[in-house]
């Protein structure tokens, strides 16, 4: 008796790992497909990122300002303590900042 209770416990614990997956993989798939429904982040620089990805748009500004480069086309996907974890608009890159010195994150609902 015992053997099948291990055995109906492996089977409702490998059912529940079925459904979590597949709940993840379609809550990514909606996030993929409407990046807009996510906080828009412009990111302001001092040095040049490098960012190039669909739909991120880098403008110079003012070189005696205190930010020289401006980002937009960005939404947050998950902010953490020390680290902005981006998605561009069109869904298909993630980039990831380390929120300190040089860089500005402003956050706006489209």
């Given at each position: ?6 055995l ?35 990111v ?43 998605l561009?608009?069109?869904?298909s ?11 500005r ?6």
């Open positions: 008796m015992t053997l099948v209770y291990v109906l416990a492996f089977a409702v614990f490998w059912d529940v790992e079925r459904v979590a997956r597949a709940t993840g993989e379609a809550f990514a798939d909606h996030i993929v497909g409407y990046p807009q429904q996510l906080v828009a982040v412009d302001y620089s001092e040095k040049r990122l490098e960012i190039s990805a669909p739909g991120i748009v880098e403008s110079e500004l003012d070189p005696d300002s205190a930010y020289t480069f401006r980002y937009t086309g960005l939404r947050l996907l998950e902010g953490t303590r020390d680290r902005m974890v981006l561009n608009d069109g869904g890159h993630v980039i990831v900042l380390r929120d300190g010195d040089g860089l994150f402003e956050f706006t609902k489209d």
